[in-house]
């Protein structure tokens, strides 16, 4: 018994052997994509960050002086003190509109469904053919859809994207079109609470403004933590439609960092400098969604000691 012990063991580690070698291959397409299209491009980016590149002629090592240069560049704060403004004020009220409208979604009666896939479908659209498509319509000339009605209904054109003054505004406006995915995703949520819970409730007398404080709002708490995260990622981020609606004007005043990161490394082909930027932008997101972790303990998460 003890001979065949060796070959025992040796035929189940060739087997194991064999199991991991599968495991392997098939993740290898992700593993791969991980480290060539993210690990690499991060690392990359970080040397960069501290060379000063312009794509073309070699790298010369600097240090961390794009960082230092970041660090006294005016542009650079006001462009993240607007982007801090535009992420709070879009986060805070995309979360309560949303779940506003999930919470009227969630009466079952004749038609809701119609009502629930048309919610939906902006959100099927790409964010860049939205953004064109809204430019079209907050255009300031007589063409502009809204103006049109705005004058047929008696109002002076408003100037939506050209002035400095509402340019912000109407990014905020613009933003309230996609607030269809996350209905749908308050949706779920709602769903997912037991009916047990509002019967209890509506037999012990409470209202229904009670059985929202005390039961909804503190059963979708994990979904709104969720959201938390994502959408201060998200906003943080915001680039394409400044990029394709107004450029960043007027007057710098849809200037986000993300545009500034994208122009000052691909149009003025500061690389060095414009990697710098966004290794501070990452720590800055990092630091926020482990603020918003530690601060997470208002979250429910069901049955807990």
Do not use: H
């Not at 194991?16 to 495991?23: S, Y």
């Not at 040397?47 to 560049?73: A, R, W």
């Not at 860049?128 to 255009?139: G, Q, R, T």
């Amino acid at each position: 018994m003890k001979k065949n012990e060796p070959v025992m063991s040796k035929s189940r580690k060739m087997r194991r052997l064999k199991e991991n070698a599968t495991g392997w291959f098939f993740i290898s397409p992700v593993v791969i994509g991980v480290l060539v299209f993210t690990a690499y491009p991060m690392i990359m980016s970080f040397v960069y960050s501290l060379c000063n590149y312009d794509s073309i002629t070699p790298m010369e090592f600097i240090g961390f002086q794009n960082y230092i240069d970041m660090f006294q560049d005016e542009l650079v704060w006001y462009s993240l003190r607007l982007t801090f403004r535009f992420a709070l004020i879009s986060v805070v009220v995309n979360m309560i509109l949303s779940i506003g409208f999930a919470l009227l979604m969630n009466f079952n009666i004749k038609g809701i469904t119609v009502f629930r896939i048309l919610a939906i479908l902006p959100c099927l659209m790409p964010g860049a053919a939205s953004a064109i498509v809204w430019k079209d319509m907050m255009s300031p000339t007589a063409n502009g859809r809204f103006n049109q009605l705005l004058t047929a209904l008696g109002f002076e054109p408003f100037p939506f994207l050209i002035d400095p003054d509402t340019a912000l505004f109407s990014m905020f406006f613009m933003g309230l079109w996609g607030l269809g995915g996350g209905m749908l995703m308050w949706l779920a949520s709602l769903r997912g609470i037991s009916p047990t819970l509002y019967e209890a409730a509506r037999l012990d007398g409470a209202s229904k403004w009670q059985q929202l404080i005390k039961i909804t709002l503190p059963m979708l708490t994990p979904m709104i933590f969720y959201q938390l995260i994502t959408s201060v990622i998200g906003s943080m981020q915001a680039f394409g439609s400044s990029m394709l609606m107004t450029g960043g004007g007027p007057l710098n005043s849809t200037y986000f960092f993300g545009l500034l990161i994208y122009n000052t490394g691909l149009k003025e082909m500061n690389m060095g400098y414009s990697c710098a930027m966004a290794w501070f932008l990452f720590a800055i997101i990092v630091v926020l969604t482990l603020f918003i972790f530690k601060r997470s303990k208002w979250v429910y998460y069901g049955e807990e000691q």
